[in-house]
C-alpha cells in the first residue's frame, strides 16, 4: 500500500492557491474533500504521493501558503508529519 500525504489548509483560498502554483510548477497534486476524522476546518485539501513531498513543502514556503498541517498515511495510520 502507498504512502501519501494530505495537505490541510485554514481556508479555501489558501488551497486554491497551493493547487495553482503546485500546477504551475508541475508538482502533482488532487483536489480532495477533507476528510473529518483528520480536521474540520477548510473543505477540501491535497492530496501528494511521497515523491512530491519535499517539493510541496518547497513551494509552500517559498509562495508563503498558509496551511493547517500536513498528514502522512503510513499503512493504515495517518499522522500529523513534523515540518
Known amino acids: 500500500m502507498n504512502n501519501y500525504y494530505i495537505v490541510t ?3 479555501t ?5 497551493a493547487e495553482r ?3 504551475k510548477n508541475r508538482i502533482n497534486v488532487v483536489v480532495v474533500p477533507t476528510p473529518t476524522y483528520i ?4 473543505g477540501i485539501s491535497l492530496k501528494i504521493e511521497e515523491e512530491s513531498v519535499q517539493s510541496i513543502i518547497e513551494l509552500i514556503k517559498s509562495e508563503n501558503i498558509k496551511i493547517k498541517d500536513i498528514f502522512v498515511r503510513d499503512g493504515n495510520r495517518i499522522k500529523v508529519m513534523e515540518l
Open 9 to 11: 489548509f485554514q481556508n
Open 13 to 17: 483560498h489558501e488551497a486554491m492557491k
Open 21 to 23: 502554483e503546485a500546477l
Open 39 to 42: 480536521t474540520k476546518s477548510c
